[in-house]
């Protein structure tokens, strides 16, 4: 990431889909500032028909930072809304999806896996 731009999550409209992409490069941490925007995200869905969440770049998502102390919200509380959801949600794992990546992923309520997914 460079210096000074945040981490983001963006959700878009495509249909009857919303798109959810996880954009913090280069490993797609789920700081707490990502977890707010899926939460945020999760919020938008509307009557959409299903949740797509996918990541920008190679990686899905590494999973949390290392060292850093979780801080609000949690990622319990994150998983609780994927799996929540009133549409379903379908993670779309390219590259690696590791330690809550994966957590991420699994409670998805479907998961699609490329050919360079690492799981």
Request: aromatic share 0%; charged share 15%.
């Amino acid at each position: 990431m460079q210096a000074g731009t945040e981490p983001q999550v963006r959700a878009e409209r495509l249909g009857a889909v919303l798109a959810v992409v996880i954009d913090n490069p280069p490993l797609n941490a789920l700081t707490a500032p990502v977890r707010a925007g899926l939460l945020s995200a999760l919020g938008q869905v509307g009557d959409a028909r299903a949740v797509l969440l996918l990541a920008e770049g190679r990686n899905f998502s590494a999973g949390a930072e290392i060292g850093a102390p979780e801080s609000a919200p949690p990622l319990a509380e994150v998983l609780a809304a994927v799996e929540g959801c009133a549409a379903p949600v379908v993670a779309a794992i390219q590259g690696p999806a590791l330690g809550e990546g994966m957590e991420l992923a699994l409670a998805c309520h479907a998961r699609i896996a490329g050919p360079g997914a690492r799981l």
